[in-house]
């Protein structure tokens, strides 16, 4: 079966210092990777999504800057941290555009 | 006009009672929906996908209305573990991701 998994679960970062989260997935091949980040009390905020490794969409202009290195592994980085980059990470994944997403269990980030 | 738009809530209801949600969507040519649950401090988790016949799940029943471009779901029976956040869930087609609407609260009160 397919398994998601992201870390680190909780993170406190100062303003200005850089951020890097990861997330794999086992159990299938070639994926579909989404990162989210959803505020407090808010919607989801798709971030970035990738159809296979190398190849990486943004759907909002920011700070934040994402890659697939290996076709199971997605990364959210970031070179100088703002205060409005806290909130809640998600990961997920599907087997294709169309279909169900899967998501990993999330990382808190809060940026004071 | 967006994409998906759902009544963010909150919806307080007793225990026992049947509560429904409706979603619309503005794409005529999306394919496939679902519904997703988000329990505080969670991640979203299908509850169920909607087809075109309606499906039912226990006391969980998806609507599909193709024609007025809304899906809908009703719970019956309410338990105060039902609740949570529904995410009404559209794909607009192609290689598009998914479409999340920002969800409806609910909570069921003893």
């Known amino acids: 079966s397919q398994t998601i998994h992201q870390w680190p679960a909780t993170l406190v970062q100062p303003v200005g210092s850089p951020l890097s989260l990861e997330c794999t997935v086992e159990?299938?091949?070639?994926?579909?990777l989404y990162w989210y980040r959803q505020a407090a009390g808010r919607g989801l905020q798709l971030l970035f999504y990738?159809?296979?490794?190398?190849?990486i969409s943004s759907e909002v202009p920011q700070n934040l800057s994402a890659s697939r290195p290996q076709d199971r592994q997605f990364i959210l980085s970031s070179k100088k941290l703002l205060l409005s980059d806290s909130g809640f990470y998600l990961c997920?994944?599907?087997?294709?555009?169309?279909?169900?997403?899967?998501f990993g269990p999330g990382t808190r980030l809060l940026v004071l | 006009r967006k994409e998906v738009e759902q009544d963010p809530g909150p919806f307080n209801v007793p225990e026992g009672a049947t509560v429904a949600f409706n979603c619309t969507y503005s794409?005529?040519?999306?394919?496939?929906f679902f519904w997703y649950r988000q329990d505080c401090r969670k991640e979203p988790k299908l509850l169920m996908s909607?087809?075109?016949s309606g499906n039912e799940d226990g006391r969980f029943t998806a609507q599909l209305n193709r024609a007025s471009q809304y899906i809908s779901l009703l719970i019956r029976d309410s338990k105060l573990s039902d609740s949570a956040t529904y995410l009404c869930?559209?794909?607009?087609?192609?290689?598009?991701?998914?479409?999340f609407g920002k969800g409806t609260r609910l909570s069921v009160i003893a």
């Open positions: 990738s159809v296979g490794i190398g190849q």
């Open positions: 909607v087809y075109s």
């Open positions: 869930v559209v794909n607009i087609g192609g290689n598009t991701p998914l479409v």
């Open positions: 159990g299938t091949s070639n994926p579909n």
């Open positions: 794409n005529s040519a999306s394919q496939s």
């Open positions: 997920a994944w599907s087997a294709t555009a169309q279909e169900t997403q899967y």
